[in-house]
């Protein structure tokens, strides 16, 4: 106990002293946090570090498993299904190839394959959660593929963390993975709902019976002999909870996550040791595969599928680093000796680059796909979105509506009962049979290319509406909205606030004001009975007196998970 205590200080003092650094000049703390463990890894040693990896893992998975809502990416997951189990063929084949011509053994290979086929959760899908959460397609695709692959990864602990390779250990391996999963799920439907009556208003209760559940699954993992990250994920999964109801549990939750987020990475670098040649050739191949030849396959397939280009790069972007599962099963072949000390420190030392490098790619993957992609892809488009799409070219004087979700409906209803002309702007593929039947005029594309507000016919426009809370989305419209008016949305006060100054109309803070305040203003605005630099004014003031009693803090801790 007195070995673990000092290595959990070694471990938080020095990650602390690289997070100032990082804060100091608004950098990701990814790459500082692997930093700080390449430096303690030089005091502590790889029995504690191999430890602490599993647990750090495993509680990192229960709490992606508790952010995961089925329903939210259900409707994308046969693409995510279709895409996964494409890229898990090419791109397995030819790491077992590549493998196998660096000179290991075929159990070997597999274990290169299955790094190279295997994306980060924590680092992937944790970085799109503000995608995730306002239900954008890319953010719901990147969730359902690394829920995909979680699953894949699941399998492949439970049959290679065997301790003798015959087909009656590996069924009861499998079988004991699936009871654990059916549990969560009879838990999570069942049950939990159960006991957040019980606990009434006591978030105190809540929280305690997470992580009772928690406790639970991960002794019967222990108990029937498989990995406690089984038992973890399937944790997550029994939890059913409602985070903006519920901020003292997501506090709760969001301190766990912390905690296990400095251990994982900082461990994570400190499993870096010393490369050798061979070490550094067979990590440079498992880069290659991992963060060009996967995105790769990865965009290529989702555009077969009918993704836009933006839609699919983007995705596909959330994929190019090694996943932390992988790292479960490179630690569990090591302790058994399955797996070869040069191939288990080239999977480390290519964790920690396409983690580092995946950081600065989710950052910036705008720029990206519009210094790289953009140019080649984007001019296959128009073709595309004239053929999946229907616009009055005698449209005029319309409103223009970005997003046919709940709110874009709502809008679209209030427009035919208006009688005024509308043209809904939308990406989502499972929405376009809604749109060819519901709408009159639509374009089936996304609202970042220039040729979809030409087809929507912009400089006729007379107000455009975005339900989609995405400052990147956001400041394009104010880009080219022309003479039209923009009416925005956004979940962060000091946003909202930023767009009202930029030019927007009106800027809709879902958590904070009223829906129906949106209809009253697009009345308003359509009819020309406000003026519309007093309305702007008026909300302005609104929007300022809501930050100053606080309600900005209960937004952004609301919309954490």
């Known amino acids: ?115 190279a086929v295997l994306s980060s959760t924590i680092v992937g899908a944790g970085l799109l959660q503000s995608e995730i959460r306002n239900n954008l397609v890319y953010g719901r695709l990147a969730q359902s593929m690394h829920l995909v692959q979680d699953i894949l990864a699941i399998i492949f602990i439970l049959v290679l963390s065997v301790d003798v390779f015959s087909s009656d250990a590996i069924a009861a391996n499998l079988g004991y993975g699936v009871i654990l999963l ?35 699954f991960l002794a019967a993992a222990e108990y029937v002999g498989i990995s406690s990250v089984i038992g973890a994920f399937a944790a997550g999964l029994a939890i059913k909870a409602d985070f903006t109801k519920n901020p003292d549990m997501l506090n709760g939750i969001e301190s766990i996550k912390d905690f296990f987020v400095a251990i994982f990475f900082v461990t994570l670098g400190a499993l870096v040791s010393i490369p050798s040649l061979s070490v550094v050739s067979t990590a440079f191949v498992l880069v290659v595969l991992t963060a060009i030849l996967k995105p790769a396959v990865t965009l ?11 839609t699919a790069s983007l995705t596909s972007f959330s994929l190019d680093q090694v996943s932390e599962f992988t790292l479960i099963i490179a630690i569990q072949a090591l302790i058994v000796g399955q797996i070869t000390p040069t191939l288990f420190d080239a999977i480390i030392l290519a964790a920690a680059v396409t983690m580092i490098t ?51 409906r709502r809008i679209v209803n209030y427009c035919e009962t208006q009688d005024r002309p509308y043209v809904v702007i939308e990406n989502d593929p499972t929405l ?3 749109l060819e039947s519901q709408c009159e005029n639509y374009v089936f594309s996304d609202a970042m290319h220039q040729y979809t ?15 989609i809370d995405q400052k990147r989305v956001s400041n394009r419209i104010l880009d080219r909205c022309g003479s039209a008016d923009v009416i925005l949305r956004s979940s962060d006060l000091s946003e909202a606030k930023s767009l009202l100054k930029e030019g927007a109309l009106y800027v809709t803070v879902p958590d904070l004001l009223a829906s129906e305040q949106l209809n009253k203003h697009v009345f308003q605005v359509i009819t020309g009975s406000t003026d519309r630099e007093r309305l702007r004014q008026e909300h302005l003031s609104e929007l300022e007196t809501l930050e100053d009693l606080g309600f900005d803090s209960v937004v952004k801790r609301s919309n954490t998970i």
């Open 358 to 408: 995946s950081s600065y790619t989710r950052r910036h993957d705008e720029q990206l796909y519009q210094s790289l992609l953009s140019g080649i892809l984007d001019g296959s488009q128009s073709n595309k979105i004239d053929s999946q799409s229907h616009v009055d070219q005698t449209v005029q004087e319309h409103v223009i509506i970005v997003g046919f979700g709940r709110q874009g």
């Open 182 to 216: 059916v549990g969560a799920l009879i838990i999570q439907r069942h049950i939990f709902n159960q006991l957040s009556r019980f606990a009434g208003n006591s978030q105190e209760l809540m929280l305690m019976a997470s992580i009772s559940i928690l406790i639970c």
């Open 1 to 115: 106990m007195v070995d673990l205590i000092t290595t959990l200080a070694v471990i938080f003092i020095t990650a602390g002293v690289f997070l100032i650094i990082a804060n100091q000049f608004s950098l990701s703390p990814v790459p500082f946090f692997i930093l700080a463990g390449i430096l303690t890894g030089t005091v502590i040693d790889e029995a504690s570090l191999l430890e602490l990896a599993q647990w750090g893992i495993a509680f990192l998975v229960f709490v992606f498993g508790v952010g995961v809502r089925l329903d939210t990416v259900q409707t994308v997951f046969r693409d995510s299904e279709v895409t996964s189990v494409v890229q898990l063929s090419m791109v397995g084949a030819f790491g077992f190839l590549c493998a196998t011509l660096l000179g290991f053994d075929r159990l070997n290979s597999v274990y290169f394959a299955i790094a």
């Open 300 to 310: 290529l397939t989702l555009l077969w599928e009918g993704y836009d280009t933006r």
């Open 453 to 467: 507000w030409e087809k929507a016919r912009l400089e006729k426009a007379r107000l455009i509406i975005s339900t």
């Open 432 to 434: 376009l049979a809604e």
